[in-house]
Nanobody, 127 residues
Framework: QLQLVESGGGLVQPGGSLRLSCAAS????????IGWFRQAPGKEREGVSC????????KYADSVKGRFTISRDNAKHAVYLQMNSLNAEDTAVYYC????????????????????WGQGTQVTVSS
């Protein structure tokens, strides 16, 4: 069983930065695409970014392109989301999720098909 634990959330001022981490245990991450999703109160869950198992493919929602960067270190069983130039619209609970893929070059920001989810970490952008 793959377990995921997010960390790094918190309160940050507009324009600030945070780095979220997703730590995995129980299985190697090599064949898992990892996605970051977020959900704000009263809003639908949104796919933010994803990275393929080999790290060679990444995708971003239009709302975060140029501001967020996803990366992974399979040796450390971890995936990261660097978030810069944060604004109030980024306030949400952020979740990481894992999607088993034989094709290690593919990932998707569509939540369907992600098998394992973390418990989430709160990100609040406010002055």
């Amino acid at each position: 069983q793959l377990q995921l634990v997010e960390s790094g959330g918190g309160l940050v001022q507009p324009g600030g930065s945070l780095r979220l981490s997703c730590a995995a245990s129980g299985r190697t991450l090599d064949y898992y695409a990892i996605g970051w999703f977020r959900q704000a109160p009263g809003k639908e869950r949104e796919g933010v970014s994803c990275i393929s198992g080999n790290g060679g493919s990444t995708k971003y929602a239009d709302s975060v392109k140029g501001r967020f960067t996803i990366s992974r270190d399979n040796a450390k069983h971890a995936v990261y989301l660097q978030m810069n130039s944060l604004n109030a619209e980024d306030t949400a609970v952020y979740y990481c999720a894992a999607d088993f893929r034989a094709d290690r070059s593919f990932c998707t920001v569509v939540a369907d098909g992600y098998d394992y989810w973390g418990q989430g970490t709160q990100v609040t952008v406010s002055s």
